[in-house]
Structures are given as structure tokens and as C-alpha cells.
């Protein structure tokens, strides 16, 4: 069975948004550096404002962890270079998706979502380590996170997380604009060369498809792999790759407004279906409980569907919060 046909789900541009997962430049922040974040009174307030404690007024405060009441804020690892799911503006905030919702379920819960900057491949790592209370990166919630296997050993290499899921996207690809001989469709990859974010289901999928491509006799996929899709977005624009690989959303994103709509286009299918999860640590129900009925709260409220709309983003949108969704 040929990689298309093994994967297909729905044309580009079809409902639903089909899984990251990683675009603003912006000066470099050291990793584990903090962003203005989202907080509970409201997107894009001081992250460091001396506040001690849950509002009074939040109506899911109560379903916190003591602890996490105590501070009054969540410490986030998030990549922040991933538009339109969370990037930096122009004054170094962090905004998208991910910070928008973070925001309105701060209002549920009475606390601020603090965004710490990491490399996304290092955020799980971060969270078993205790350096974020949750990480929320448009991560794929998938099994082999949530029990902490690696896709290409198929080994465990640490305690998995536990995720509460709130959108649906998937795998697309992107090539310049103007170049002849680009991969028009999944089964056009093998002997090219493919940008990509490192760690991300993109990565997987493209190691997966170029070992079937070995298999049929074909030249494999050769892989570059970065540390956020916007330096793999950089390397294709330069020439560097023949195609770039990246979640559905994020990829229109870049062919609508990179170099103004001139530098890319999709190209094929969007694949794979999953959710989007934030992450929790194992162990941490009561915590992770709440964030999923803070979800819920925005869903119902329906200021969900007007971020989701804010940044073209409705073909993604999910009825309900669900833990551990993904397959």
C-alpha cells in the first residue's frame, strides 16, 4: 500500500483540521525564559505582577490543587514558535491559540498561565522534571506519549503524561511557490529532501514514510530536522529542502502569510487526524481534572468558537474536552 493511500483522510482545506506539531521572528529568549503570558483577568497582562493567590470570583478555583491556589499562577512550557497556535508579537507576548485559551480558562480558574519558552523537544522532559506545572505546545496527544515510548526505538524512556485534549489538527506539506519538480502528494516524497520540526509527529511520519519507500526500492526521504518549524520554514525559503512538513494549520498559516502569501504553498493531503493535548504529569489528576473542566467551562460559554475564529481556526474545533483521546 502506497503512503498516501495508507494515510489518506481528507483533501487540504477540508473539515475537519486533520495532527504537531512548531512563527514570528523575534529576538532570541534563553530557553526556560519567561514571556509576558496569559493570565486569568485577560490575554496579554504582566506575567510577573506580584499576585499571590486564585481570584475569589473564578467558579472552578476550588477545583485546583492547594498548592497551584497558593501561587495563584501555572508555570507553562510552551515552544512559542508556532503560529497560529502560539508565537511572540511584536512586543515579545506570547499570543496564538494556545495563550488565548490559556487566558480564558485562567478566568475559570482564577489564575494566571505563565509561558515559559522551551525547545519543544525538551518540554516533557521538563514537565516530569518538574520545571513546568503543565506544558502546552500544540502537542499531538498520541500513546507513545502518553506511556513515554520513543516512535523510532519503540522503547520507554521516561514516566508518559496525561493530556487534556481541546482541538484536532493534522499533517500537511508545504513547498515554495514557483519551483517545478516539488512533491504534489504523499507518494511524492521518497528521494526528496523534507524540512521539519524535530520531536514533532511530523518527524515520525516522515521516518515512517521514507522506511516505506526503502521497502518499495525508492530512494528514502533525506530528513533536516530543526529546533521550531520556523527555521525550517527558513531553510525551505532559502532553498534548503524540497518540501516542509508541518501540522495543517500551521502550514496554511505560513502559505497565507509568509513573504505576504509569495513564499509557499500546500500541497497534498492533510493527514493523520489527532488532538491537540496539554500536558500533564502522570499522577497530577487533580490538576489535570481541572484544566479539563475549564475547557469545558470555555466551550460552553462560547469563547471558544471566537478564539478558534480569531485565528482561522474553526475546522479544528472539538465538542468537548477529553483526557487521553489520542491513539
Known sequence: MTANSAFRTAPAGS?????????ARAAPLAVGALLLAACGGGGGGGAEDGRKGTSP??????????????????????????????????????VGLDPDLAAAMGRQLGVEFRFRIGTFDSLLTGLRAHRYDIAMSAFTDNKNRQHGI????????????????????GVSMYVRKGTHGSPEGWDDLCGKKAVLQRGSVSEDLARSLS?????????SIALEAFDNDQQAQTRLRSGGGDVGISDYPVA???ARTSGGGR???????????APYGIAVAKGNTRLRDA???????????????????????????LPRAEINGGS
Request: proline share 6%.
Open 291 to 317: 484544566l479539563k473542566s475549564a475547557v469545558d467551562a470555555v466551550m460552553a460559554s462560547g469563547e471558544y468558537t471566537k478564539i478558534l475564529k480569531k485565528w482561522g481556526v474553526t475546522d479544528g474545533a
Open 263 to 273: 513564499d509557499f504553498r500546500v500541497v497534498g493531503e492533510q493527514i493523520r487526524a
Open 252 to 254: 496554511q498559516y505560513a
Open 57 to 94: 470570583s473564578a467558579p472552578l478555583a476550588a477545583e485546583l490543587p492547594q498548592h497551584i491556589r497558593d501561587k495563584g499562577y501555572l508555570d507553562v512550557g510552551s515552544d512559542i514558535a508556532y503560529p497560529p497556535v502560539e508565537f511572540k508579537d511584536a512586543r515579545g507576548r506570547a
Open 15 to 23: 473539515r475537519p483540521f486533520l495532527a504537531r506539531r512548531a512563527v
Open 150 to 169: 520513543d516512535p523510532a526505538t519503540g522503547k520507554k524512556v521516561g514516566e508518559g503524561v496525561d493530556f487534556v485534549d481541546y482541538f484536532s489538527a
Open 211 to 219: 522506511r516505506k519507500c526503502v521497502a518499495a526500492g525508492k530512494p
